[in-house]
């Protein structure tokens, strides 16, 4: 089946600074979503991009399908941001058209 | 429109005991995914339904059950509770098009513990 790995596993960022978060995958993808765990475990939407690029606010992600990676940009970082961030994929070729794969996600720390 | 909501919030259980956890979808989805996550790892795929039927299953085994309701809503049982079931347990809803799945939404989780 498809792997998903994210990097880096951990980040701890100064409030205002800017990051970039990776998630490579191994195979073409029809779906693929950012999500923002809360301390509660709520999974937030961020994004929908199997491929692309788009922009909410301070998150922006891009997603390069041919070379089997996505990108999220947090810019102007706030403690708010601290969570963990999941990188989740599905593929129509594996028959997986509903199951998303998820990475083991990013773990970001925002200090004050 | 109404957001994806789970049922209870969390629960104890004791092992060889047997749970059933609710999700109720948002409207105008038509499909429920389930997904186990233990602590300090991604979600796991679990199953999903579409218009009541199951409609793909990852790594579990038969003791993990499920249904969906003509309104779309969800169960998932779990008969012979164990120790390693204890996780948080999240249900997600979409709208399944001809081309494939649209985004999936989340509820907030049943965190369950066995003892």
């Keep these: 089946g ?3 790995e994210q990097s880096p596993p951990d980040l701890i960022l100064q409030e205002g600074a800017n990051s970039t978060l990776r998630c490579n995958f191994s195979d073409s993808v029809n779906n693929l ?5 809360n301390p509660w475990g709520q999974l937030i939407n961020l994004f929908y991009i199997p491929s692309g690029t788009k922009q909410n606010g301070r998150l922006s992600a891009t997603t390069v399908a041919t070379e089997r990676y996505s990108l999220l940009y947090i810019s102007s970082s706030q403690t708010t941001d601290s969570g963990v961030y999941f990188c989740a994929v599905s593929s129509l070729i594996y028959n997986q058209g509903g199951k998303l794969i998820f990475g083991q996600g990013t773990e970001l720390s925002v200090k004050p | 429109e109404t957001g994806v909501t789970q049922s209870p919030t969390h629960l104890i259980k004791t092992r060889g005991q047997q749970v059933t956890l609710r999700c109720s979808s948002q ?4 499909t429920v995914s389930w997904y186990q996550q233990a602590l300090g790892q991604g979600p796991q795929f679990i199953f999903q339904y579409y218009r009541e039927e199951e409609n793909g299953r990852g790594n579990f085994p038969p003791r993990f059950s499920g249904l969906q309701f003509p309104n ?3 169960e998932l049982n779990v008969n012979a509770l164990e120790l390693d079931d204890s996780a948080l347990y999240l249900c997600a809803s979409s709208l399944a098009l001809a081309g494939g799945q649209e985004t999936q939404y989340f509820g907030p989780g049943t965190r369950l513990l066995v003892l």
């Design chain 1, 2 to 4: 498809i792997q998903v």
């Design chain 1, 33 to 37: 979503q950012w999500f923002h765990q």
């Design chain 2, 27 to 30: 409207s105008g989805h038509n």
């Design chain 2, 72 to 74: 779309y809503s969800s």
